[in-house]
Structure formats: C-alpha cells, structure tokens
C-alpha cells in the first residue's frame, strides 16, 4: 500500500518514505520515484524522498501508517513523540490472518495488550498518537491496483475519522487519485466495520475466482419507489 500510494501522490506532492533503516528508505524511494517519473513525466510536480520513521512523521502534515498490523504498537510507540497535534495520521492497516486458506478479521488487542481490547487498529493507533487525529482509509483498495500506476481504478474510499479538518484533508488526497471517490462513513469507531471487509472481499475473491475486488457505492431505486407516471 505504501509504495502504491507514494507513486500515485508523487504526481502533486512531496512523499517522504519512512524505516527504521536509513540506508533502506533511501534505497526504496529512489527505485519509487524512479518509476513515478518514468510514468508522470514532466507532469510530475512532487517527489519521493526516503528518511527515519521519526524524521518523517516530523516534516510531514499528513503520516501514512502502512505497517503490518502487529508491529503498529512497537513502532509507533517509538516514535509518538515525533507527532504533531497539527498533523493527520491516516492508517490503512487492516487486523487479520490466513487459516485454512481463507481470511479472518483479529482485532489487534491480546491479553498482552489489554488497554486495546476490542478496538480497530485505527483505534489503537489513536491512542498511541494523540491527540494528532487519525483517519481511517483505503482497506478496500487492492495494493495491486496501486502498485500498477497504468491501472484506472474506479473505486471508492471509505473514509472513517472524528476530526472534520483531517477527513476533508485525507479526502482531498483520496481525489488527487484519478477515479478513487472518497466516501464518509462516520466516526473513528466504524474503522472496525471499513477493516473487516479487506478479508471479506479477499474471501470473496478466493472462493469465487474473482481477481482483487473491491467497493463501488451505487445507487439503486426499488421499482415500487419509482414515480408512477
């Protein structure tokens, strides 16, 4: 998700890659930004620059948090400091693991970490990062679809959060997307409902051979609702 998004941001903005290795981050951001002006061209206002998880996080407005759901609590908890009230975090990580081939939701939380019981993964990242907002988004978009900057995605966002600035903002980023529709979905506390369809749709891609779904909102008018003429 993290290479997928910082090629297709590159086209407008500044991304800088974050890792706990140094040599690492500057390694990736060069073969990614590589491939984003391979593609964009002269169209290409931004850039992919590598640094520090902590250096990152502190000279960027808005902090992607694109890790592997069981290290979000070692990492971050490293680096909260390095947050801002004035940023956004946005987190597209999703809960859950492979058994017998198909896929299961797993909230985060273990007897080891209690005070996380129960909550989403955006949510627990919340705690750790306050009182910098978090923003819930793009768990139903394929990484495939991402990574393949020729793709043209038709998809929508749903976008979870309870601070009005940072959701307007993370949409924003969402439409600097060609053909990605950001969708409001409510309060932090739905990320849990946003998280659970990412093994949903994989299930749903496993058992019938469908290639990477994923969520578009259409409406629909039942027939008795229609205007009799």
Known sequence: MGGGLSVRWALKHDVILGSRSLEKAIEISKEQESV????????????IGGALNCDAALESDVVVVALPCAGIVGVL?????????????????????????????????TEQIEQYRGLSAAEVIQKIVAPTPVVSAFQTVPAAYLDNVDSIMNIDVLV???NPNSIALVSNLITDISNLRPLR???LANSA???????????????NGLKEP????????????????
């Open 77 to 109: 908890g490293q680096i909260k400091k390095c947050f801002r009230a004035d940023q956004t975090v946005l987190s597209v990580v999703v809960p859950m693991e492979k058994h017998k081939g198909l896929f299961n939701y797993v909230p985060l939380a």
């Open 36 to 47: 984003a002006r391979g593609f964009y061209q002269a169209e290409m206002k931004g850039s």
């Open 160 to 162: 979870a959060g309870d």
């Open 214 to 229: 994923s969520i578009r909102i259409v409406p629909w008018i039942p027939k008795c609702f229609e205007q009799q003429p």
């Open 193 to 207: 409902l946003i998280e659970s369809l990412t093994p949903l749709l994989l299930n749903v891609a496993v058992l």
């Open 185 to 187: 979905v409510g309060a």
